[in-house]
């Protein structure tokens, strides 16, 4: 790998209009600045920390990563860094270390890794944890300079966007396996994702960073497969989904306690109830059947989507809280 010379890459601030993936489970558009920037920000300051960034995570690889989708991840994102396809912006109006960086674009052109300051000021305290979010982000560059109309095209199909973070956050906690553990104290959020991805294929890991349960998304993709070669009829296909949805919604109806099980059970069937949907628009696309229609068709559908919907009106503000509660204490355990 080419030794990482940033300093004249770097610019003050996130352009506003660029859509931005980050983490963790931060999705949006990137904020337009405020005013009087120049007062606030000491780029001379960012300038080398950001070049002892990129040596330090240039070091890790060399000495530790054996996954060749991370090396090429990293050098390939790097170089476009370096001969300009991809910029580097401080965003000072993100006041976070754990959603701290994130990659923007522009489908006509732009893309940009930016730094908010907070995650910057990390770096001396937990190198690790910052290069860790960082390989996030080059990930979603990487994937922006190989293939620019796909990467785009994820802004109008979630699923596809889903893909992609799931692919970015797996990466992430390999690079964590072969190049920090051992190496450096790793951090609360840093063991938890460690733990997902040994133990649950990171199913744990994106219930909290993206909200989705990946084994129920895998699962409702493997029957969107299942339909597009023949393997599997559509009546069959339904009829699958349904009884996965009425046995989530049986273990969902027999725990009275919101804790950490609960939410995996929410946040469930909150992935199913988005890629049902999902399924019966592709099973049934060209048909143009109603939903009333296929309610009569299939007596369980209109019952399965009312108790989903009627459980996430419900207990929406139970999640919201403890998902609040594990990006605080990661966060909280990152401050001075």
Known sequence: ??????????????????????????????????????????LERFRPLIDRMFASLEALIEQGAETEALVQS????????????????????????????????????????????????????????????????????????????????????????????????????????????????????????LASWKTDSLDSAAMILQRESREVFALFGSFEADFRDGTATEAELVERALSFIEESLADYRASSEFD????????SLRTAKAYFVRLVSVVYDGQGLTWAELFARYAGIEPALQAMDAIALADAEKADALHRKFIAAWEAELVR
Request: charged share 25%; aromatic share 10%.
């Open 1 to 42: 790998m080419r030794r990482l010379h940033l300093l004249a890459a770097l610019c003050l601030l996130a352009l506003p209009g660029f859509p931005a993936l980050a983490q963790p489970g931060v999705q949006g558009t990137a904020e337009s600045p405020p005013a009087k920037i120049e007062s606030e920000v000491d």
């Open 74 to 193: 990293v050098e390939l994102a790097s170089a476009a860094i370096l001969d300009g396809r991809v910029g580097l912006v401080i965003n000072p109006t993100t006041r976070s270390v754990l959603s701290g960086a994130s990659f923007q674009w522009k489908e006509d052109g732009g893309a940009q890794v930016a730094f908010g300051t907070d995650f910057l000021d990390a770096f001396d305290r937990a190198p690790g944890l910052v290069l860790a979010i960082l390989v996030h982000e080059l990930r979603h560059a990487h994937d922006f300079v190989t293939d620019k109309p796909a990467f785009s095209a994820s802004l109008k199909d979630a699923r596809e966007r889903l893909w992609y973070e799931l692919d970015a956050i797996q990466l992430e906690a390999v690079f964590i396996e072969e190049c920090l553990e051992g190496r450096f104290p790793l951090s609360g959020f840093e063991r938890f994702l």
């Open 260 to 267: 950490f099980k609960q939410y995996y059970r929410y946040t």
